[in-house]
């Protein structure tokens, strides 16, 4: 297929708050006597990228070029992210190391392929005046050689209001997409974007509605399209798919693609990464969208932080191509 195949002359410039993702497996036989709580014995390790860094994993995992912008600690956390982002193949030297905050961490532990516990180390105080022009620099440096910046909001900080403010200031003045993964109940922070990507509940928050409201997701898509001033609004629906909502066009579903789901952590990831390097090649928002839904379906049949590959993609891609009627 033509537009993958153009997946490779893309360059994505991916801004947020990159984390390490670690996981303690193990196994639990036996409940402590200190506490009513289960006693993981502890069998082996793991590390992946995690937040921004997980959607550069995605990125280069499509097989476009990528530079990922960030915040990390000058700690052995912020290595083992470094570690993690080489072995994936993602370029670390453009991130900026800092004393003065620790590198995000989750740590997930693991019995019997279930989490039992998670463990959260980081920073969420807001950026130094230093850290902020650290970052804005580096943003200068790179983003005229993208043909997509993404930016990546877990609300660790990272993206302030004056970073947002510098980032669609020069993509707007070079006519640069940007596409957002949101967080948090005010989305009006992101106007200046192409495409935001939120999930039922954070639309639901930033739409002021109720979580069972009747047509939800249909009534904050065309409140975000129209406050915001978008070109376009990926909702997620978790095992109900996802719904694209465009300026003058009735809102396209997309039903789930995965047949079994083991874990959706990272899927927002992988929504975001396919979705930018689909349009930076050339696709239109619906089939960007297309092809988004079949990715996050292909990541979350997978235990942890996942990502997305080009092999995988286009295994699926050939598998489900009649259904997914994909125009190039």
């Known amino acids: 297929m033509k537009l993958v195949e153009d997946f490779s002359r893309v360059k994505i410039l991916v801004v947020g708050d990159v984390m390490l993702d670690r996981y303690w497996w193990g196994n639990v036989t036996r409940i402590s ?15 992946v990228p ?40 993602v370029l670390s030297e453009t991130l900026v190391a800092v004393k003065t905050r620790p590198t995000n961490t989750k740590t997930r532990i693991i019995a019997h ?38 930016l990546s909001d877990y609300a660790k900080s990272t993206l302030s209001d004056r970073v947002l403010g510098h980032i669609f200031s020069l993509a707007g003045n070079s006519q640069k997409p940007v596409v957002v ?7 009006t922070k992101y106007v200046g974007s192409t495409v935001l990507t939120p999930n039922r509940r954070e639309a639901a928050e ?7 409201a009747d047509h939800l997701v249909s009534q904050a898509g065309r409140r975000l399209l129209d406050k915001l001033q978008l070109r376009a609004v990926l909702i997620t629906e978790s095992e109900e798919g996802m719904t694209l909502f465009e300026k003058g066009q009735p809102p396209s579903h997309f039903e789930a693609a995965a047949k079994e789901v083991y874990d959706v ?37 997978q235990l942890g932080t996942a ?12 598998d489900t191509r009649q259904r997914l009627r994909i125009s190039r």
């Not at 912008?69 to 290595?79: H, R, S, T, V």
């Not at 993964?181 to 989305?187: A, C, E």
Request: net charge negative; with cysteine.
């Open 307 to 318: 990502s997305i590959s080009y092999e995988k993609l286009v295994s699926s891609l050939a």
């Open 50 to 89: 995690g937040g921004a860094a997980n959607v550069a994993v995605n990125v280069a995992g499509l097989g476009a070029r990528v530079t990922l912008l960030g915040l990390i600690g000058d700690d052995p956390d912020g290595a083992c992210l470094r570690d993690g982002l080489k072995k994936a193949g």
């Open 33 to 47: 006597p200190e506490a009513p709580v289960p006693v993981v014995r502890i069998q082996r390790d793991s590390y």
């Open 113 to 150: 392929n279930q989490q039992v516990a998670r463990v959260d180390r980081e920073s969420t105080s807001a950026l130094s005046m230093m850290e902020a022009d650290l970052l804005c620099n580096a943003i200068s440096e790179q983003i005229d050689s993208a043909d997509v910046v993404v």
């Open 206 to 212: 930033a739409c002021n509605l109720e979580p069972e």
């Open 181 to 187: 993964d949101p967080k948090g109940k005010d989305f």
């Open 265 to 301: 952590t990272g899927a927002g990831d992988t929504v975001i990464a396919t979705m930018a390097v689909a349009l930076a090649a050339g696709a239109d928002f619906r089939d960007a969208a297309k092809l988004a839904n079949l990715a996050a379906g292909i990541v979350v049949q």
